[in-house]
Every structure is written in structure tokens, then in C-alpha cells.
């Protein structure tokens, strides 16, 4: 600590400083923002009827079970389709994305394809 080591001129450093505390000051105001929009997620979720059904698995909080229940729908017990809730089970695909087998010089592979996905869902 006590070698000489290179510096920039005391204005440039002062500049970098309030640069740095802006920087923190946007990380905070982002990290108040995701605490926020987490307690209302965990509200609304608390909210719906099969709120105690989801949360009864272990290892599902409010948090979790309110990104499953998004995954399957808001009517668990009405699917889309026979094979919505098996394949978000089993292969973690919601039903807005295709599921491909093929062959790259070994077995064969899933690949997801979110191609045929809604706008702003993958």
C-alpha cells in the first residue's frame, strides 16, 4: 500500500468517485424495486384459490409457486391441453414452446425451440 502506484488528476478521480456513487445509487433504487414487485407477487399469489395446494409441495414458497402457477396457467385444473401440466413436469416446457429431438454425432438431444412462443414468453 505504501508504493508509489499511477493515479489520474484529483478532478478526474473525484468524477470517477460520483460516477461510482451514482452507479450504487441505481443499484439500490433496482434492488428496492425488486423487493417491492416480490411482496406484491407474493400477495396477489396468496390471493388465489388454489394458493395452499401449490405451496403444500415441498420446497415451494410464494415466491416459487407463483412462477409455477404461471407456468400452468392460472386454472391448474382445467389445462390447455392433457399434456400441459406432464410437460411442464417433465421437461420444464410450457406449452408455448416446441420440444425437437435430433442428432448432432451422438444420441439424440431435446432442443427447445421458442420460435413458436407468444411475444415476450420463452
Sequence with gaps: MRRPHLR???????TMGEQARALLAVLDTECANAGRLGETVAEAFQQHPD?????????LSDQLGARVLAEIGGR????????G?????VF??????ERQWVRRGG???????????????V
Excluded at 8 to 14: I, M
Excluded at 85 to 89: I, S
Design 85 to 89: 401440466l406432464v410437460r411442464v413436469a
Design 51 to 59: 394458493h395452499q395446494v401449490i405451496i403444500s409441495f415441498p420446497g
Design 76 to 83: 391448474p385444473s382445467k389445462p390447455e391441453r392433457g399434456n
Design 92 to 97: 420444464g416446457v410450457g406449452s408455448g414452446c
Design 8 to 14: 489520474h488528476s484529483p478532478l478526474v478521480e473525484q
Design 107 to 121: 444420441p439424440r438431444m431435446p432442443v427447445t425451440s421458442a420460435t413458436a412462443s407468444p411475444p415476450g414468453r
